[in-house]
């Protein structure tokens, strides 16, 4: 309830321009789950979500995609063969994942089966989760890059949010950069930084290659 009762401060509030709301939502959404059977959406507070319609074209979001065009094309398939029509020669296996040769036999009708795809949603998510990692350091990289060659400027700042407290025994939180649109670790040399508070931070220590940037804070 405690949790429950800050989330709504932060959103009643519109603290920090709603940057904070956000920060701190994102520790209660449940990791992503692909399934057959339409079930709710964490981010957007839905009861029933289906990644068909989804804007984003992520690998699920294909892999979706390649189901529905599978079933579209068994079911055009078994009505070309009912009709006494011919196979087109470069449908293949891919297409409709199963051998095509099938259709227009009596096996071809539980094909109509989304189930049977032979589309597997767990393959290839090691690969996955690893492009991730490489994603995520190369994006890390060219940020503190950017930050590094704008910090050549001594007097170089940048104006933030605190979002929030991280680690309340180490006095670290999170601030939101508003120019780079980068959220960062703060560690204050003071205590009780209220989320929602406005403050100038100078980058410092910046090290592209593994990943490192101290803020320190300056005075507006």
């Not at 339409?38 to 992520?58: A, E, K, V």
């Not at 991280?166 to 930084?193: C, F, H």
Request: proline letters at 5%; one cysteine or more.
């Amino acid at each position: 309830m405690r949790e429950k009762s800050i989330m709504e401060d932060l959103l009643k509030n519109n603290i920090g321009g709603g940057l904070c709301h956000a920060w701190y939502a994102r520790r209660f959404l449940a990791p992503v789950l692909i399934k057959e059977t339409p079930s709710s959406h964490s981010g957007l507070g839905i009861q029933c979500y289906t990644q068909w319609s989804s804007p984003i074209r992520r690998f699920g979001d294909l892999q979706v995609h390649a189901v529905v065009k599978r079933y579209l094309r068994r079911k055009k398939l078994i009505e070309m063969t009912q009709s006494g029509s011919t196979i087109p020669a470069n449908i293949t296996k891919n297409d409709v994942g199963c051998d095509p040769t099938i259709f227009g036999t009596e096996t071809a009708l539980p094909l109509l089966n989304f189930s049977d795809s032979e589309i597997d949603f767990t393959d290839g998510l090691s690969c996955l989760k690893a492009a991730r990692v490489v994603q995520r350091s190369s994006q890390t990289y060219w940020m503190l890059e950017f930050i590094r060659r704008l910090a050549r400027n001594k007097t170089k700042t940048f104006e933030s949010v605190i979002l929030g407290c991280r680690n309340p025994a180490r006095k670290q939180y999170m601030v939101y950069i508003y120019e780079l649109g980068l959220e960062w670790q703060y560690t204050s040399p003071v205590d009780n930084l209220i989320s929602g508070t406005k403050i100038l931070v100078k980058p410092t220590n910046i090290l592209p290659h593994n990943g490192q940037m101290t803020l320190v804070r300056v005075q507006f």
